[in-house]
């Protein structure tokens, strides 16, 4: 029986692994940070390394990690009901890094390492300001608001890291409509047939 899936199917499966992948990696960062160094201020998690990867495989379904990453962070953390807006909102302003694939395209920021890194570091900044913009909205001090930056600082540095791996595993850091594109076409050269 050979079943085929639809795109959206294979997007939603994507989504979901991709989810379920997140929530374990923040658990498990959150777990490693709290046996290892449960007195540091700093904090290193995964969501804005994976929300750019969904940037890049889905444009504005990038929303989901986002949001999750940042739920999911709160409830570790203990956070009150703000936390969780705070990181939850304050991470969707991460999507404006997807202007960069309207200036350079996602292609040239996938095989660009200069770009890529680049781009991973603007969605790690433009995480960090949007939690810091809206604790100030919601009237945190702002050496709170600062905190929700200098705390997560090295959180870029995973993020790099993240985006440096994934960029060199073949269709992983791509655009995934172009990529089963790319490999029909392949399979279908392959087989010798025609368009």
């Not at 890094?97 to 890529?116: P, V, W």
Request: glycine share 8%.
């Amino acid at each position: 029986m050979n079943r085929k899936i639809s795109f959206e199917q294979y997007r939603a499966i994507d989504l979901s692994i991709l989810s379920v992948v997140l929530v374990i990696c923040q658990f498990l960062t959150h777990l490693a940070a709290s046996f290892w160094f449960p007195e540091q201020l700093y904090v290193v998690s995964p969501v804005a390394g994976m929300t750019a990867l969904v940037m890049m495989r889905w444009g504005g379904y990038a929303a989901l990690p986002a949001v999750l990453g940042g739920v999911v962070f709160t409830a570790l953390s203990g956070g009150n009901a703000r936390h969780f807006l705070i990181y939850g909102g304050g991470n969707l302003v991460s999507l404006l890094a997807l202007l960069m694939f309207k200036f350079y395209g996602k292609e040239r920021i996938r095989k660009e390492s200069f770009l890529a890194v680049v781009f991973a570091i603007a969605v790690q900044l433009l995480m960090q300001l949007g939690r810091a913009a809206l604790a100030v909205v919601l009237g945190f001090p702002t050496a709170a608001c600062i905190g929700f930056i200098t705390t997560d600082i090295l959180s870029i540095l995973f993020t790099i890291f993240i985006i440096w791996t994934v960029r060199r595993i073949e269709g992983l850091f791509e655009d995934q409509k172009n990529y089963l594109l790319r490999i029909q076409k392949e399979q279908q050269v392959e087989r010798g047939e025609q368009f």
